[in-house]
């Protein structure tokens, strides 16, 4: 009789450890439970980390994630406005807001990921089909000045990448929060032109190259000729200046020599006369010359060793 007690007391005893074990559940720091009793839900989400209750084997825990989790879109190729394919890789960044919206709408992750690829890909075609390819191409922040390269800077920029990201969040966040779900942001991961497109581009970008560098040679030419006609204007002011200050000294140095010619004239002038007669006669008169002069000539006086 003994043994039968002690049996059933461990039986017992077993069952409110089993009991006790499954009437308690710790959530952990970054995630939150629904309560569900019978599939149906039971009072409000559990937010707060820590040890909670429920009733055993009635009741049950469904777990769900409190931190922000990420969206990765599939890569698309994606018609603008004007006619033109650009390539689109796009990611968001989604939390839980309402655990208990969330497992009645959705009920897990998976399934949350694929109403994401569902809103947020019909919305980003949708705003990238109303906007023109500069739209999606360009940063919201551009500015000719800063922009160093680019095929399409003369074409005027309404909105800009950024802005349509804002818009896309805009627009599909309003639609979101009737599965649970806050939608944090959406950016684009990655835009590029398709290879048709990319192609044109680069021929737009060596064209408009071509055209800034023959404007920078144009003007060099321009700065050049300008220069070199203010060097020479420049060069004929010296050398005019050079060769009137020349003659002002030569004519004075003609003026004190003839000064000195007349000084030296008057004080004797028959010894003026044959100094300059024998510089006549050193000049006109070398060793294979030979002179036919009269007599009487002027030239021949101091020759004339009779006189």
Request: aromatic fraction near 10%.
């Amino acid at each position: 009789m003994n043994k039968i007690v002690r049996i059933t007391l461990v039986l017992i005893l077993i069952l409110l450890i089993f009991v006790t074990v499954n009437g308690v559940y710790i959530l952990q720091e970054g995630r939150q439970a629904i309560i569900t009793q019978f599939g149906r839900p039971v009072g409000q989400p559990v937010t707060e980390a820590g040890l909670h209750f429920k009733l055993p084997f009635v009741q049950e825990v469904t777990f769900f994630e409190k931190k922000i989790l990420i969206w990765d879109g599939d890569p698309n190729q994606i018609p603008t406005n004007d006619k033109t394919f650009v390539y689109l890789d796009v990611t968001a960044r989604w939390r839980i807001a309402d655990a208990l919206v969330f497992l009645q709408a959705v009920n897990n992750e998976a399934r949350a990921q694929t109403i994401l690829d569902d809103i947020i890909d019909g919305t980003v075609r949708d705003l990238v089909n109303k906007n023109d390819l500069v739209e999606i191409i360009r940063s919201s922040d551009f500015s000719p000045e800063t922009m160093i390269n680019s095929a399409i800077e003369e074409e005027k920029l309404q909105y800009g990448r950024d802005v349509i990201s804002a818009m896309i969040h805009e627009a599909a966040s309003q639609i979101t929060p009737k599965y649970g779900i806050e939608l944090v942001d959406v950016m684009f991961k990655r835009v590029n032109y398709i290879e048709s497109v990319r192609r044109k581009v680069y021929d737009r970008m060596i064209s408009e190259r071509k055209r800034i560098a023959a404007e920078k040679r144009s003007l060099g030419e321009g700065q050049k000729a300008e220069i070199m006609g203010k060097v020479k204007r420049e060069f004929q002011v010296v050398i005019s200046t050079a060769k009137r200050e020349a003659e002002e000294i030569k004519g004075k140095a003609d003026a004190e020599a003839a000064a000195i010619y007349a000084e030296a004239y008057n004080q004797d002038r028959e010894f003026f006369s044959f100094y300059k007669s024998m510089e006549s006669y050193k000049e006109a008169v070398s060793n294979n010359t030979r002179l036919i002069i009269p007599l009487d000539s002027e030239f021949y006086q101091y020759l004339d060793a009779e006189k």
